[in-house]
Nanobody, 114 residues
């Protein structure tokens, strides 16, 4: 069982930045695929970004060039740096960890509004 604890959400104005963090409770963190989903009210959950154990990354088209996913294997933590935020980025952001099974964090709210 892997526990994931997210932090860093909040309220930000359009054009602003936030950095989300997700700490994992596993010593095997480095071999997990890590990533972020988000879910906006009334919408389906959307895959935002993924980072593989080797460091390769994938992004949703809607966030390419604005969001950056990274990982620190020494700290068992994955990050999502979000720049140039837009109102349509407003959602609950969920961290996940995937190896054989998939584990989820509790979610952190990101609200982009003036």
């Amino acid at each position: 069982q892997v526990q994931l604890v997210e932090s860093g959400g909040g309220l930000v104005q359009p054009g602003g930045s936030l950095r989300l963090s997700c700490a994992a409770s596993t010593s095997a963190f480095s071999i997990y695929i890590m990533g972020w989903y988000r879910q906006a009210p009334g919408k389906q959950r959307e895959l935002v970004a993924t980072i593989f154990s080797g460091g390769n990354t994938n992004y949703a088209d809607s966030v390419k060039g604005r969001f950056t996913i990274s990982r620190d294997n020494a700290k068992n933590t994955v990050y999502l740096q979000m720049n140039s935020l837009k109102p349509e980025d407003t959602a609950i952001y969920y961290c996940y960890a995937r190896r054989v099974g998939t584990y989820w964090g509790q979610g952190t709210q990101v609200t982009v509004s003036s």
